[in-house]
């Protein structure tokens, strides 16, 4: 029967239906007493359309979401100009010496290769944790600003679409 034939997977699966069901929906009726199987067929394709594109939604999410994770770790993290190996630095001097023996200022990001190296003279030699968070927040909310921008781009256009059609 067409009910035996009907088995729907469970929401949290990321297939919405099996093959079963997509063949179901895609059959054509053979007689006008069909009305039932076609009522739950057309119901079967909207709530299948609107889950797809409930996935879309979130999948949007996640991307946006993880673009700003991105850039606020960026903004943290710093990497060894010589073999680049990451690190971070919870508290005080900027002058940091890699486990390859390089030397880089924390707080430009740049390579010091020499003890006097004049370019440095500069950089504060220490710096806080607060000077770290207000970086990583200030780079959160300029990666925020620019998925808006992003989005308002992208409405302008499919407006601008939209309107061409009519």
């Known amino acids: 029967s067409t009910e035996d034939s009907l088995r729907v997977t469970s929401g949290?699966?990321?297939?919405?239906y099996d093959s079963d069901l997509e063949e179901f929906l895609s059959a054509e009726s053979d007689s006008s007493t069909d009305n039932e199987d076609w009522v739950l067929k057309q119901a079967m394709k909207k709530d299948a359309k609107r889950k797809l594109r409930h996935d879309e939604d979130s999948d949007l999410e996640t991307k946006a979401?993880?673009?700003?994770e991105e850039r606020m770790t960026k903004a943290l993290v710093r990497k060894c100009w010589n073999c680049r190996r990451r690190f971070i630095k919870d508290d005080g001097c900027n002058v940091m010496t890699c486990d390859c023996g390089a030397i880089t200022c924390y707080h430009c990001?740049?390579?010091i290769k020499c003890a006097d190296d004049s370019f440095?003279?500069?950089c504060p030699l220490m710096t806080s944790s607060d000077d770290d968070s207000r970086a990583v927040a200030a780079a959160g909310k300029r990666a925020r600003k620019k998925i808006a921008m992003a989005f308002e781009e992208f409405d302008s256009k499919s407006n601008d679409r939209d309107g061409d059609k009519e």
Do not use: E, L, Q, Y
């Open 120 to 122: 440095h003279i500069f």
């Open 109 to 111: 990001r740049h390579a």
């Open 12 to 16: 949290n699966d990321s297939s919405f």
């Open 65 to 68: 979401r993880t673009f700003v």
